[in-house]
C-alpha cells in the first residue's frame, strides 16, 4: 500500500527571511530519513507561512524492507583445529551472536576464508521510524539565531505552539517539548477557525485554503502577482522588485493587495528615494507609467480580506505620508552643505579601527585611482564619492549610500561622468546586479572594492563560515564582474599589489597569497555559476596568474567547447605525459638545438610544432582561443607517432636534453590556453 505522511510544526511569526532555507533543510532531512532506511516514497513537498513550516509527502511504503547482513568472525584456519573441530574462537562467535554451531557458514572474502553468519532483521514500520527521526528532522535545523521560552531551554527560532503528525488518516504519535502531536492545525489568526481538525494528510492544503491560509508558496505568490498586476492603473506597471515580491510572499497567509496614493508635491524628491522610502518602511510597491516616471500611487500586500478598504487605505497613506515628509525634509537640508564640504567630516566617520577613517580611505582610493587611470572625472569622483555618508538621507536609509552621493552632485553641477561614477560605485551589489554603467563608474568601484578586500584582509578581518561583516566574498565577486564586462587588461596579482601599495607600513600584516587565494575562491565560484565544468576551472585558474580576468573567462569558455572533440582531449592526455616526462627535470634556458633531433618522428613534431607556434601566438593575441585550441588538437598525430617511436629518456645525455627542451618548448605553448593536465580525458 502507499501512503501519506503530514508533519506540521506550528510557532509564532517566523522572519520571512529564514522561512525558506528552513524549509529546505527540513525537506532534505526528510529524504535522507527515507533513503537512510530504504523506504520508497513518491514525492516529498513543502509548504509554509509565517506561522507553520509543513512537509507532505505520498508514496510511501507500509514498512521498510527486510534486511539481510553478513556478521563476519574468526578466519576458518582460526576456528577450527586440524581434527575439524570448533575452537574457542568459533565458539565465542557463536555465543556472542546467540546462535548454534551450526548455524555458522564458510565465506569467501577478500582476505580469506572466514566464518560468518546472515542475520536477518525484519523491516521496522515506517511510522514507527518516523516518530522516531522528527525531532532530528526539524530540532537541528540551522537558524541564523534561536530564542527559548521553557524550563528545558530547547532553543528554536520562535515558540512552538502546535504539531500535526498524520499518517493517512491517523495521528501519529509524538511528543515533544510538552507538545502533543495531534490532527489540529490553525487557520488564519483572524479570518480563519482557530481550531481545525484535519480529516487526513491529503486534505491539509484545501482544509487550510477554506481557512484563509494558503499554504503553497506558489499560490500565494501567484495570487499576489495577479493582483498587484490588476491594481495598477491603466498604462502603468510596477517598479520591478523580484526580492519583495519574495518578502511579502512569506510575510502573509491570504494576501490582498491594496492601491493607495500619496500627494504629488513628494515627486519633487528622487524618485531612488521615494522607492527606497516605500520599500524600505512599509514594504509598498512602486508605480510607473510608461516613461518610466514615478506615479504617486503604491500598492501594498495585506495579510488579510480588505473589508473596510477605505479605512485601511486611509492609515497606510498616513503612515507614508509621514516617512515621505521625513525625506523630503533630508533631501532640503542635505543639500545646504556641499559635498566638497562633506569630506573633511568623514575624518569622524570611522571606516574600520585599524583601517583608519573614512576620509584616509578617500585619499586610498584616490592614489589608487591615479594608478588605474589618469582622469580628472575619475579623481573628483574618489574624492567626493564617500561624502554621502555624512548625509541624513544616507544615516536613515543607508541604502542610498553612493545614490545619494550622486544626486547631491548632479544638483551641485559637476560632470556627468563624475555624479554618474559616484552614484553606481557601490555596484554590482550581487552576481544579477548590473555593474557601473559607465567606465569612470566602473573603475571606481573597482579601487573601492580592491582597497576594502585588501585592506581588511591586512588587519586580519578574513570571511569564515557566515561572518564576513564587510561583505568581502560579495565584493570580491563584483570586482570579478567589473575585470570580465569592462575587459580590463590588469591581473588580480597586479590590482592587489596596488592595493597593498597603498597602505601604511603599519597595515601590511596580511600577505599578498592570502588575497589572492581569497580572489581565486571568487573567481573559482562565479565560473561554477556559468556553468564551467571543475577541470576546466582548475586548468585556467591554475596557468592564469598573468591573464586578465576577462581572458580566464573566455579561455574557460574555449576549453568547455573544446573538451568533446576527441582530438583535442586526446592532446591533453598527452600533454599530461609531457608533465610527467618534464617534472623535476633541469633543463635551464638553453634553447633547443634543432640538428642535434635525429628520428624521424621528432623532426616531424618540430615541424608541426613551429609550423602552428606563430599561428597560436597570433590566436592568442587577438582573443581567438577556440582557434588556438583548433591548431593545438591538431597536433595530435604527430605527438602520437613522437612518443610510439622516440625514446626520451634515453641513455644518450646530450639527445635525452635535446628532446626534453622540444618538449618544454610545446607544453610552454600548451601551457598559454591553460594547465591543460587537469582535463579530464577518461569518459
Same mark, same amino acid.
Given at each position: 500500500?502507499?501512503?501519506?505522511?503530514?508533519?506540521?510544526?506550528?510557532?509564532?511569526?517566523?522572519?520571512?527571511?529564514?522561512?525558506?532555507?528552513?524549509?529546505?533543510?527540513?525537506?532534505?532531512?526528510?529524504?535522507?530519513?527515507?533513503?537512510?532506511?530504504?523506504?520508497?516514497?513518491?514525492?516529498?513537498?513543502?509548504?509554509?507561512?509565517?506561522?507553520?513550516?509543513?512537509?507532505?509527502?505520498?508514496?510511501?511504503?507500509?514498512?521498510?524492507?527486510?534486511?539481510?547482513?553478513?556478521?563476519?568472525?574468526?578466519?576458518?584456519?582460526?576456528?577450527?583445529?586440524?581434527?575439524?573441530?570448533?575452537?574457542?574462537?568459533?565458539?565465542?562467535?557463536?555465543?556472542?551472536?546467540?546462535?548454534?554451531?551450526?548455524?555458522?557458514?564458510?565465506?569467501?572474502?577478500?582476505?580469506?576464508?572466514?566464518?560468518?553468519?546472515?542475520?536477518?532483521?525484519?523491516?521496522?514500520?515506517?511510522?514507527?521510524?518516523?516518530?522516531?527521526?522528527?525531532?532530528?528532522?526539524?530540532?537541528?535545523?540551522?537558524?541564523?539565531?534561536?530564542?527559548?521560552?521553557?524550563?528545558?531551554?530547547?532553543?528554536?527560532?520562535?515558540?512552538?505552539?502546535?504539531?500535526?503528525?498524520?499518517?493517512?488518516?491517523?495521528?501519529?504519535?509524538?511528543?515533544?517539548?510538552?507538545?502533543?502531536?495531534?490532527?489540529?492545525?490553525?487557520?488564519?489568526?483572524?479570518?480563519?477557525?482557530?481550531?481545525?481538525?484535519?480529516?487526513?494528510?491529503?486534505?491539509?492544503?484545501?482544509?487550510?485554503?477554506?481557512?484563509?491560509?494558503?499554504?503553497?508558496?506558489?499560490?500565494?505568490?501567484?495570487?499576489?502577482?495577479?493582483?498587484?498586476?490588476?491594481?495598477?492603473?491603466?498604462?502603468?506597471?510596477?517598479?520591478?522588485?523580484?526580492?519583495?515580491?519574495?518578502?511579502?510572499?512569506?510575510?502573509?497567509?491570504?494576501?490582498?493587495?491594496?492601491?493607495?496614493?500619496?500627494?504629488?508635491?513628494?515627486?519633487?524628491?528622487?524618485?531612488?528615494?521615494?522607492?527606497?522610502?516605500?520599500?524600505?518602511?512599509?514594504?509598498?510597491?512602486?508605480?510607473?507609467?510608461?516613461?518610466?516616471?514615478?506615479?504617486?500611487?503604491?500598492?501594498?500586500?495585506?495579510?488579510?480580506?480588505?473589508?473596510?478598504?477605505?479605512?485601511?487605505?486611509?492609515?497606510?497613506?498616513?503612515?507614508?505620508?509621514?516617512?515621505?515628509?521625513?525625506?523630503?525634509?533630508?533631501?532640503?537640508?542635505? $543639500?545646504?552643505?556641499?559635498? +566638497?564640504?562633506?569630506?573633511?567630516? #568623514?575624518?569622524?566617520?570611522? !571606516? @574600520?579601527?585599524?583601517? /583608519? *577613517?573614512?576620509?584616509?580611505?578617500?585619499?586610498?582610493?584616490?592614489?589608487?585611482?591615479?594608478?588605474?587611470?589618469?582622469?580628472?572625472?575619475?579623481?573628483?569622483?574618489?574624492?567626493?564619492?564617500?561624502?554621502?555618508?555624512?548625509?541624513?538621507?544616507?544615516?536613515?536609509?543607508?541604502?542610498?549610500?553612493?545614490?545619494?552621493?550622486?544626486?547631491?552632485?548632479?544638483?551641485?553641477?559637476?560632470?556627468?561622468?563624475?555624479?554618474?561614477?559616484?552614484?553606481?560605485?557601490?555596484?554590482?551589489?550581487?552576481?544579477?546586479?548590473?555593474?557601473?554603467?559607465?567606465?569612470?563608474?566602473?573603475?571606481?568601484?573597482?579601487?573601492?572594492?580592491?582597497?576594502?578586500?585588501?585592506?581588511?584582509?591586512?588587519?586580519?578581518?578574513?570571511?569564515?563560515?557566515?561572518?564576513?561583516?564587510?561583505?568581502?566574498?560579495?565584493?570580491?565577486?563584483?570586482?570579478?564582474?567589473?575585470? $570580465?564586462?569592462?575587459?580590463? +587588461?590588469?591581473?588580480?596579482?597586479? #590590482?592587489?599589489?596596488?592595493? !597593498? @601599495?597603498?597602505?601604511? /607600513? *603599519?597595515?601590511?600584516?596580511?600577505?599578498?597569497?592570502?588575497?589572492?587565494?581569497?580572489?581565486?575562491?571568487?573567481?573559482?565560484?562565479?565560473?561554477?555559476?556559468?556553468?564551467?565544468?571543475?577541470?576546466?576551472?582548475?586548468?585556467?585558474?591554475?596557468?592564469?596568474?598573468?591573464?586578465?580576468?576577462?581572458?580566464?573567462?573566455?579561455?574557460?569558455?574555449?576549453?568547455?567547447?573544446?573538451?568533446?572533440?576527441?582530438?583535442?582531449?586526446?592532446?591533453?592526455?598527452?600533454?599530461?605525459?609531457?608533465?610527467?616526462?618534464?617534472?623535476?627535470?633541469?633543463?635551464?634556458?638553453?634553447?633547443?638545438?634543432?640538428?642535434?633531433?635525429?628520428?624521424?618522428?621528432?623532426?616531424?613534431?618540430?615541424?608541426?610544432?613551429?609550423?602552428?607556434?606563430?599561428?597560436?601566438?597570433?590566436?592568442?593575441?587577438?582573443?581567438?582561443?577556440?582557434?588556438?585550441?583548433?591548431?593545438?588538437?591538431?597536433?595530435?598525430?604527430?605527438?602520437?607517432?613522437?612518443?610510439?617511436?622516440?625514446?626520451?629518456?634515453?641513455?644518450?645525455?646530450?639527445?635525452?636534453?635535446?628532446?626534453?627542451?622540444?618538449?618544454?618548448?610545446?607544453?610552454?605553448?600548451?601551457?598559454?590556453?591553460?594547465?591543460?593536465?587537469?582535463?579530464?580525458?577518461?569518459?
Amino acid at each position: 500500500m502507499k501512503n501519506e505522511f503530514l508533519f506540521e510544526l506550528g510557532t509564532e511569526e517566523i522572519p520571512a527571511d529564514m522561512i525558506l532555507p528552513a524549509l529546505e533543510e527540513m525537506r532534505q532531512k526528510l529524504v535522507q530519513v527515507f533513503e537512510r532506511n530504504q523506504i520508497g516514497y513518491g514525492s516529498v513537498h513543502s509548504f509554509s507561512s509565517p506561522r507553520r513550516l509543513a512537509l507532505f509527502s505520498d508514496g510511501i511504503a507500509d514498512r521498510q524492507p527486510d534486511r539481510e547482513e553478513l556478521v563476519l568472525g574468526p578466519a576458518r584456519s582460526v576456528g577450527f583445529d586440524a581434527a575439524n573441530r570448533p575452537t574457542s574462537a568459533a565458539l565465542g562467535f557463536s555465543r556472542k551472536l546467540g546462535i548454534p554451531m551450526e548455524a555458522l557458514e564458510t565465506v569467501q572474502s577478500e582476505k580469506g576464508v572466514y566464518l560468518g553468519f546472515r542475520r536477518k532483521t525484519a523491516g521496522r514500520t515506517v511510522p514507527e521510524i518516523l516518530a522516531e527521526s522528527l525531532p532530528e528532522i526539524f530540532s537541528e535545523i540551522s537558524w541564523p539565531k534561536t530564542m527559548y521560552w521553557r524550563e528545558s531551554r530547547f532553543r528554536f527560532i520562535r515558540p512552538l505552539r502546535w504539531i500535526v503528525v498524520l499518517w493517512n488518516e491517523e495521528v501519529l504519535s509524538f511528543e515533544f517539548e510538552n507538545v502533543r502531536a495531534g490532527r489540529v492545525t490553525r487557520g488564519h489568526r483572524f479570518l480563519g477557525n482557530a481550531r481545525i481538525e484535519l480529516q487526513s494528510a491529503s486534505s491539509y492544503v484545501e482544509q487550510l485554503r477554506k481557512n484563509y491560509v494558503l499554504v503553497d508558496l506558489n499560490e500565494r505568490r501567484e495570487k499576489i502577482e495577479k493582483e498587484l498586476e490588476a491594481s495598477c492603473p491603466a498604462g502603468t506597471h510596477l517598479v520591478p522588485d523580484p526580492e519583495l515580491i519574495e518578502l511579502v510572499v512569506n510575510l502573509n497567509e491570504y494576501p490582498a493587495v491594496l492601491r493607495g496614493e500619496f500627494p504629488e508635491r513628494f515627486l519633487a524628491i528622487p524618485k531612488e528615494v521615494l522607492i527606497t522610502v516605500m520599500r524600505h518602511h512599509q514594504k509598498y510597491f512602486a508605480v510607473m507609467d510608461k516613461k518610466q516616471e514615478l506615479l504617486p500611487f503604491f500598492l501594498t500586500v495585506l495579510n488579510t480580506v480588505p473589508r473596510q478598504g477605505q479605512v485601511i487605505k486611509r492609515g497606510h497613506e498616513k503612515v507614508l505620508r509621514a516617512r515621505l515628509e521625513d525625506a523630503e525634509f533630508f533631501w532640503e537640508a542635505d $543639500r545646504k552643505i556641499t559635498l +566638497q564640504e562633506r569630506v573633511r567630516r #568623514l575624518e569622524h566617520v570611522m !571606516f @574600520q579601527e585599524q583601517l /583608519g *577613517s573614512y576620509r584616509e580611505k578617500t585619499e586610498r582610493l584616490r592614489e589608487l585611482c591615479s594608478q588605474l587611470e589618469k582622469s580628472e572625472d575619475l579623481d573628483t569622483a574618489a574624492l567626493l564619492c564617500k561624502a554621502d555618508l555624512t548625509t541624513e538621507m544616507v544615516r536613515e536609509l543607508t541604502e542610498l549610500q553612493g545614490i545619494m552621493g550622486g544626486l547631491y552632485a548632479c544638483e551641485e553641477g559637476y560632470p556627468e561622468e563624475v555624479w554618474r561614477a559616484i552614484y553606481s560605485h557601490y555596484r554590482p551589489l550581487s552576481l544579477a546586479d548590473a555593474v557601473p554603467g559607465t567606465r569612470t563608474g566602473a573603475l571606481l568601484s573597482l579601487a573601492d572594492k580592491i582597497d576594502t578586500i585588501v585592506g581588511c584582509f591586512s588587519v586580519g578581518i578574513i570571511p569564515s563560515g557566515s561572518s564576513d561583516p564587510f561583505a568581502l566574498r560579495r565584493q570580491g565577486q563584483g570586482l570579478v564582474k567589473i575585470l $570580465r564586462e569592462y575587459r580590463f +587588461q590588469w591581473p588580480l596579482q597586479s #590590482l592587489v599589489n596596488l592595493a !597593498f @601599495q597603498g597602505l601604511s /607600513g *603599519s597595515r601590511k600584516s596580511g600577505t599578498c597569497p592570502e588575497v589572492l587565494q581569497f580572489m581565486e575562491r571568487r573567481l573559482r565560484f562565479i565560473l561554477q555559476e556559468r556553468g564551467i565544468p571543475y577541470d576546466v576551472i582548475n586548468a585556467v585558474v591554475k596557468s592564469g596568474g598573468d591573464d586578465a580576468v576577462y581572458q580566464t573567462f573566455e579561455k574557460a569558455e574555449a576549453l568547455t567547447a573544446m573538451r568533446k572533440h576527441a582530438d583535442f582531449l586526446a592532446v591533453c592526455a598527452a600533454y599530461k605525459r609531457i608533465k610527467n616526462i618534464l617534472d623535476n627535470q633541469e633543463l635551464g634556458e638553453q634553447p633547443l638545438d634543432p640538428h642535434a633531433l635525429r628520428e624521424s618522428e621528432e623532426l616531424d613534431l618540430h615541424r608541426s610544432f613551429q609550423k602552428i607556434q606563430p599561428k597560436v601566438e597570433n590566436c592568442l593575441e587577438k582573443g581567438e582561443y577556440i582557434q588556438a585550441l583548433q591548431l593545438i588538437a591538431g597536433l595530435r598525430s604527430t605527438v602520437d607517432h613522437f612518443f610510439d617511436k622516440v625514446l626520451v629518456m634515453t641513455e644518450d645525455a646530450q639527445l635525452r636534453a635535446n628532446r626534453l627542451r622540444l618538449l618544454r618548448d610545446i607544453s610552454k605553448m600548451f601551457l598559454r590556453m591553460g594547465e591543460l593536465s587537469e582535463i579530464v580525458t577518461e569518459s
